[in-house]
């Protein structure tokens, strides 16, 4: 604020003249303090406290209407603030703020008046020039912000200028924030018997649960409204729990990452089973069914190694998978596993300790914490599943999912196949390119690279993170096949009997057990191979290798069993020639077969014949090479139906092509998709 004044800025002011002539004499009549003044042409200045009263407030009008508070003035200090908390104002909402902010514009608009004139004529000031609508914009902006009322009078006033700097010395600007009304976290007395019929697995609708708590409750009873307001008070985790299971729960909690960074390849390996969303014909019954798949995956790189696919989660699917990834990966050192009946059991267990690694079980109910594996399986698994016809996941179509049910189950009934259900052997091959597709593709959770061929970043794939180690000079610790062999092969107690052991609907026979009549030995098989069983003792010894009918012979010589075979069939022969002699009443006499005209050609011509005969058989090779079928149901009818709308235009087809488009109509398959291809044209036409 301004404390001296020319007297060309006096000239025309209330109560002065209207001359600077006029301003100078008077000044010099009533005795004004005055100086000289620097630059702007010299001459004088006079005191602001030497004015009239009205010139005073005029000025001090036009300053307060023409400047802005200056940030640099800063007239209160340290040691006058009682209490200035700073973790408080961190917690300011930004209404608070905001008023705070707009108090804070007048109190420093104050104190830079207050510097030429008392406090009080400061107040009074600004109180009338706010009356008057005479403020300046940026202080007019903040009026109705700092009275922080919802009325329509929102002035000024002594008394709240009084008290906004009465805060601000005590508190500093946090004294001028309003205070706000905090949540009442208070827990109403009904609210335990509300929470007994809302927080159920049901999740009933809160009219649900307040009808029925209203029906029940004997004391004062509140307002639905009063019930949703105290819901939205609640917490999520607070709210829904006893709605979800705890491992559900989960998703409403904080959590922490883990990160695999500081891992080598090999360090953890995790497996888990997962149920396939798609039909598969069992090869043991013919029936369809859902395989459990057991994958295993080397944490640090997400490289699966290792895959087992049976009818349900077990010892033996576990072993399998976890060999195929020893073989494959090396060894490890913690295999981190769930608590399923697969895992935890003495028989893996045992493996896993032979071979030197630990075995680590998740806590119940923290399936997140195996994120890796059961994000894998909705990369390879599901997405493998939705690929196919037999898809039956819950966001399949009902009405598609239906008609594949029906359609395959009664080609099952009538031809025993279908097409619309892939064997098991089919399935391995679609797991086995999937997963290589798997460990090939860029995978979010490994670090970025440059790609060589765009030249962009992205992130490496499984088996290039695999790869990468290795260049860093790790290498994966190799367990000898032997003893994989040994510990994978799964083990049971059997009698033997004469030398034979009775296992899964087959004999096995072994000379050396024939000392050992009638007593229990160990006997370790391979579900992959029903050809041999390992035999051992009850303490562990290796006696050998039981083959299985390893003590059949035939019960005839072949040579004898051949010559009978050609005897049969000549007296066959000849009871038929005697039959039509019978009824013809002729002579029936059998021609030989005379010798093949190529038999009298010369050496060239025969030479030359075989020539032929061999760019015959590689013309026909070439072409048969051409057209191949697909393996996919779906593709091949998309082939068939190309090929019979060129057949239509009256294109040539090869004569594979025509060999194959007339067979395949009286294919099993062909008439279910034909069905659905109409079904599906037709729900479209009808759309």
Known sequence: MRKWFAAGELAGQPGMPSTVQ??????????????????????????????????????????????????????????????????????????????????????????????????????????GLARDGQLSPYLAARVERANDRKTADRTLSERTLKRWLADYRKQGEVGLAPARRKVDTGVPDWAPDFLRCYQRPTKPAVERAYAEFAAKYLGERPSIHQVRRFLDKLSPEARERGRYSPQELKAFKPFRRRTTKNLLPGDVYTADGHKFDSEVINPRTGKPFRPEITTTMDVRTR??????????????????????????????????????????????REVVDRLGGEMVHALPYNSQARGLIERAHQTIWVATAKKLVSYIGADMDKHAGTKVHRISRQQLRDHGVTRLIPTLSEFMDVASVEIEDYNNRPHRGLEKIRDPQTGRMRHMSPNEAWEAARATGWEPILAPAELVCDLMRPQVVRRTLRGEINWDGNRYFLDELRHMHGEDVRIAYDVHDASRIWVRTLAGELIGEALIDGNADDYQPLNRIQKAREKLAQGQVKRGIEKIERSTGQRLELVPQPIAPSSNLLLEQQQTALEYAEQVVEHQAIQASAFTVPDNDMTRYDLWQELETRRQRGEALSEAEANWHAIYPNNPGFKAIQRMYDHFAAAEATA
């Open 303 to 348: 490289r699966v190694l290792g895959v087992s696919v049976g009818e349900s989660e077990n010892s033996i699917d576990v072993m399998h998978s976890l060999r195929d990834a020893i073989e494959r990966g090396g060894m490890f050192a913690l295999f981190y596993v769930d608590n399923g009946s697969g895992f935890a059991n003495d028989a893996v």
């Open 22 to 127: 006029g301003v100078n004499l008077r000044a010099k009549r009533e005795g004004w303090e005055a100086q000289l003044r620097l630059g702007r042409g010299g001459g004088q200045e006079y005191n602001f406290a030497m004015l009239p009263a009205e010139t005073q407030a005029a000025l001090l009008a036009r300053l307060v209407g023409d400047a802005e508070p200056q940030a640099e003035v800063a007239p209160i200090q340290a040691h006058e603030i009682a209490l200035r908390d700073d973790i408080s104002a961190s917690r300011l909402t930004d209404d608070q703020r905001s008023v705070m902010t707009a108090r804070l514009a007048f109190v420093r608009e104050i104190e830079r008046m207050s510097q030429v004139v008392s406090q009080q004529r400061a107040i009074m000031t600004l109180i």
